[in-house]
């Protein structure tokens, strides 16, 4: 989309302005993403002399891989398409022998801000039903063991969240699924706020797992509840300054940067483009005020797109229940994401609410769940213009193969 992230320099040639339609919340968004930017460069600044990390393909293969190697490469190559909080990509993939683990990549969790790790559950959650789906439809038969942390956790050993085996032979089931694996995506625009049908409710309900749980809201005034909550608790997080450091080493100046280093997410998407990256080149010490700003304007868009959606959907797990119910809650996100791309809907994880611990109860009051519910991810669905893919790290960089 663009290129590398412009360091102080020229201002860019009239014609980007022009072509900018700004009113005033836009405007806003786009000066506080700036001031954002400006806090965060020097952290970032670093990342712009880095070598480029090679980078993973959409494309997948229609038929079942011939080899063994090859099945098991394809099946990875799934499995990294998944969605990750802040693209973090938190996997490794183990071969051993027959055997392929599913790993947490411990470097790649967020501590400040998914302190339990259930995000990063949830992302490796959705890594691996990628990599089912595509078994499923090459006419592989996997089947996966969940390992809680008792299980698997030694000392000093990877944590392995799960084990999965094939073999050839059967049926080919979910091809529907597997057509938009290298089509989901998480869709940060404004939606229009057209309702969602009925019979797309049921199909993307139907797709999760059984005790996992889910809250749907589609009423206008219950949206706006929770939009004003999800503003809420953008303004707890950013005023957490463990928190906002962490954030800082996962956000990337734009699209090229984000595919230089093959992870995290560009402030574009966060809606920050544009006049912001021009003022990000000129100022490299901003005031406490500006930061402060950054973060009001920042809450502001989030309320507004949360605003902006057709349905909610709480997915929730029962409390204490851990890890493994975590990974299948981004099992059950996964497939539902992408039964919502076959179905044209737009969706967007959103968390906030979720890490922000003082926020999660009103969370599931406002989605009137109960106390023996936890909250695991909140996801706004909708419709509107599709987004380019992310970055993935190449498979090379995130799996072993040993015959033992
Ligand atoms: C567990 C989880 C939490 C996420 N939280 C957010 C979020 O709070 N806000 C947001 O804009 N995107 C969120 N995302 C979406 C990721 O940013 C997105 O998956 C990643 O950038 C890769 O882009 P893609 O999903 O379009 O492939 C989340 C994704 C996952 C799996």
Redesign the pocket.
């Known amino acids: 989309m663009t290129g590398p992230l412009r360091g102080p320099g020229p201002p860019p040639a009239a014609p980007e302005f022009a072509t900018l339609a700004l009113d005033r919340r836009r405007f806003l968004v786009l000066l506080g993403g700036a001031a954002a930017w400006t806090t965060l460069s020097p952290t970032l600044g670093w990342a712009q002399r880095l070598d480029r990390v090679p980078l993973q393909s959409w494309t997948l293969p229609e038929s079942t891989p011939a080899s063994a190697i090859e099945q098991t490469r394809a099946l990875i190559a799934a499995a990294i398409l998944a969605?990750?909080?802040?693209?973090a990509q938190p996997w490794r993939f183990e071969l051993d022998g027959d055997v392929l683990r599913v790993v947490l990549d411990a470097a790649r969790t967020l501590p400040a801000s998914d302190p339990d790790q259930r995000?990063a559950h949830?992302?490796l959650g959705?890594a691996l039903e990628n990599l089912l789906v595509a078994a499923r439809a090459w006419g592989l038969q996997p089947v996966a063991q969940h390992l809680p942390w008792g299980l698997s956790e030694r000392r000093g050993a990877p944590l392995v969240a799960a084990t999965v085996r094939w073999h050839a032979g059967g049926a080919r089931r979910d091809r529907v699924l597997f057509g938009a694996l290298a089509e989901r995506?998480?869709n940060?625009r404004e939606f229009e706020g057209r309702a969602i049908q009925p019979q797309s409710r049921a199909q993307m309900l139907a797709q999760v797992f059984e005790g996992v749980g889910i809250r749907w809201i589609d009423d206008r005034t219950a949206i706006r509840r929770v939009a004003d909550l999800c503003h809420e608790a953008s303004l707890a997080t950013s005023a957490d300054r463990r928190i906002a450091e962490e954030r800082a080493r996962w956000m990337r100046g734009d699209d090229g940067d984000a595919r230089r280093r093959g992870d995290g997410?560009a402030l574009e998407r966060l809606g920050v483009d544009g006049v912001a990256r021009w003022l990000a080149g000129r100022s490299q010490r901003p005031g406490a005020w500006l930061h402060g700003w950054a973060a009001s304007s920042v809450a502001r868009e989030v309320r507004e797109r949360v605003r902006s959606s057709g349905a909610l959907l709480l997915i929730t797990t029962r409390p204490r229940e851990g890890d493994a119910r975590w990974l299948l809650a981004g099992q059950s996100y996964e497939r539902l994401a992408l039964k919502a791309a076959t179905l044209g809907i737009a969706q967007?994880?959103?968390?906030?609410p979720i890490e922000s611990a003082r926020h999660r109860e009103a969370l599931l009051a406002r989605f009137g769940a109960t106390a023996d519910e936890e909250p695991v991810?909140l996801v706004r669905l909708g419709h509107a213009k599709p987004v380019d893919?992310?970055p993935r790290r190449a498979l090379a960089l995130v799996s072993t193969y040993r015959n033992s």
């Open positions: 969605p990750s909080h802040w693209n995000l949830v992302s959705a995506r998480s940060p997410v967007q994880p959103l968390t906030g991810l893919p992310t």
